[in-house]
């Protein structure tokens, strides 16, 4: 009886009211320590890098910061080609200093070789028809001489005496077609000779190779490398000294005392700082651009771009990007705050 009254019991407890509230605080429970124990870490730790800041010769004075690439003083040149085909030859290789006019690559050459030895030929073959319409003329001449000199007219007659003198005409007119057909044929000779000249791509200036992206064997084109690629063939550039080309925003222009000296430092590295001394600034003020040299990456913001040079053996490269602490006017960093006050009062 104690049995069946203890499963009677059970029976009489309702799921809905007694079961299901205690389930729902042990859920609730869970979620409580779920929660506690999945919260994510909020401890502050110290920067991975230190931000760039300037050095102290401008740390305590107002400056204006910009980004910066480096690049040679003369500009990267993009060097190609005049004529199109073959590479048979590469004589430089990046990071080599070369002198004005020194070979770095030549072309195949053996077509306007060939153009030079036709053009010899039609020199040969119009030299000998000049040298026979002289002697043609010589002999037209002694003839017509002896025609002209019978004192009989009678002797021979007058038709004789006309047809010599159109052997002299045509004598003298064949010697003139064949000056002309040498001078032309010469001139084709200089033609295909500088033609054979361009086949050889000589440093325009004194400069470093910068890359070399062809291969002997390879097809080149005077339009550049095809499929739309803006990789030129090879590049080359004065590195003896740099320039750091800098951008500046425009809403920054007229704090920066333009011809003052910078303070650069590579990016990722602001403990190196190095003083680049001013050289220009760029008449016209840019669209900006990102640094990958796409001419489609632009930004709605226009920048003035200061020209710097870098002392010889800084330890920076082509295309190195920097960042730069330009000297700021004394009188802007001291009027900005007055107005920026003003503002405020005024609000």
Known sequence: MAEESLWTRLRKISFA??????????????????????????????????????????ADAPSVAGAGVVEPSSEVINIGTSLAGLVTNVYVTPGQQVERGAVLFAVDDRAIRARIQEADAAILRARSARSAAHTALATAQQQLALYNGVEDSRAISRAEVIERQGIVRNARAQITQADAEIRSAQALRASAETDLGRLTVRAPIAAEVLSVNIRPGEFVNPGGQPSGSSASYMEIGNTRPMHIRIDIDENEISRVD???????????????????????????????????????????????????????DSGFFVGQQVDAFVRAKKDTAKTQPKKQTAAADGR
């Open 17 to 58: 009211r007694t079961i299901l509230p205690v389930l729902a605080i042990i859920a609730i429970l869970i979620a409580i320590y779920l929660v506690a124990t999945g919260q994510p870490d909020r401890t502050q730790e110290g920067a991975f890098e230190t931000p760039p800041k300037a050095s102290s010769a401008i």
């Open 258 to 312: 333009i011809g003052s000296e910078a303070i650069v430092s590579p990016r990722g590295n602001s403990a190196k700082r190095v003083k680049a001394t001013f050289v220009r600034a760029e008449p016209l003020v840019t669209p900006k651009r990102s640094l990958t040299n796409s001419a489609s990456e632009r930004v709605d913001v226009r920048v003035l771009q200061l020209i710097y040079q870098l002392p010889i």
